[in-house]
């Protein structure tokens, strides 16, 4: 997930070039923190992960699947 840019509290760049682009599709954030965005939005909206069976938590939701 553009590691080198989250580094550097960048977004990573699909998240960045989805916005552009007027889709806001992806969002990236901290879904620990309670005022982030993506926090806010998965509270919201009913999300899941794939594979949820694994237990591995990968911080990765979907929504519509």
């Known amino acids: 997930m553009c590691v080198q840019r989250v580094d550097r509290d960048l977004s990573p760049a699909c998240v960045e070039a989805c916005a552009a682009a007027g889709h806001r599709a992806i969002i990236f ?12 939005r998965v509270a919201a909206y009913a999300s899941r992960q794939v594979r949820e069976d694994l237990g591995l938590n990968t911080g ?3 929504q519509g699947i």
């Open 29 to 40: 954030g901290d879904l620990n923190n309670p005022d982030s965005e993506i926090a806010k």
């Open 60 to 62: 990765v939701r979907y």
